[in-house]
């Protein structure tokens, strides 16, 4: 069984930056994309960054510019950048991955769900 870990989630001022990871673990395959969800309260789940094994990346417009996403094949790990963070940035994190398709990257969701990591933007 495939399951996804969320690490990196913090307390962070606005203006800083934090980086989450992502590792799947359970895998003896390749996953074809991993991304990154976010929940706020009384908000739905949104994409927020994904990546597909052969480089393909897709942003949130409220993120573009200021997060990077980036992968490791072999490892099954994403890796989510988050500078010039504001507090609307605030929400769980959630990792996602496909063991086929795109289904991360175009925003509905893949096969594999981590537990979420807290990311929390205050002064």
């Known amino acids: 069984q495939v399951q996804p870990v969320e690490s990196g989630g913090d307390l962070v001022q606005p203006g800083g930056s934090l980086r989450l990871s992502c590792a799947a673990s359970?895998?003896?395959?390749?996953?074809?994309?991993m991304g990154w969800y976010r929940q706020a309260p009384g908000k739905q789940r949104e994409l927020v960054a994904a990546i597909t094994s052969g480089g393909a990346r897709n942003y949130a417009d409220s993120v573009k510019g200021r997060f990077t996403i980036s992968n490791d094949n072999v490892e099954n790990t994403v890796y989510l950048q988050m500078n010039s963070l504001k507090p609307e940035d605030t929400a769980v994190y959630y990792c996602?991955?496909?063991?086929?398709?795109?289904?991360?990257?175009?925003?509905?969701?893949?096969?594999?769900w981590g537990q979420g990591t807290q990311v929390t933007v205050s002064s």
């Open positions: 996602n991955a496909d063991r086929f398709g795109a289904n991360t990257l175009l925003g509905r969701g893949g096969d594999y």
């Open positions: 359970g895998s003896g395959f390749r996953l074809s994309a």
